[in-house]
Nanobody, 118 residues
Framework: QVQLVESGGGLVQPGGSLSLSCAAS????????MAWHRQAPGKQRELVAA???????NYAEPVKGRFTISRDNGKNTVYLQMNSLEPEDTAVYYC????????????WGQGTQVTVSS
């Protein structure tokens, strides 16, 4: 069972930056996708950004141009650089790894709080 450990959340003022990281407990083999999702109070969890093992990225419209997802396959780690943060970005951010060819291969981190407030 893959364990994902997130770090880097916290409190930041509007317009500020924050960087999240998520490390997997074991080497990720095969064609996999690592992603960040978020869930704000009273709202459904939503995809923020995703990156394939080959480096292809995908972003939700609200974060395009402000957030950057990257990964280090040698360290089994995915990162999320968040710039120009807005109060609407406040949420618990969750790391996820899945393998489309194996539906049961779908793991989540415990979440890290990001609060954007003055």
């Amino acid at each position: 069972q893959v364990q994902l450990v997130e770090s880097g959340g916290g409190l930041v003022q509007p317009g500020g930056s924050l960087s999240l990281s998520c490390a997997a407990s074991e080497t990720l083999f095969g064609s996999n996708i690592m992603a960040w999702h978020r869930q704000a109070p009273g709202k459904q969890r939503e995809l923020v950004a995703a990156i394939s093992s080959g480096g292809t990225t995908n972003y939700a419209e609200p974060v395009k141009g402000r957030f950057t997802i990257s990964r280090d396959n040698g360290k089994n780690t995915v990162y999320l650089q968040m710039n120009s943060l807005e109060p609407e970005d406040t949420a618990v951010y969750y790391c996820n790894v899945r393998m489309p060819s194996i539906p049961k291969y779908d793991y989540w981190g415990q979440g890290t709080q990001v609060t954007v407030s003055s």
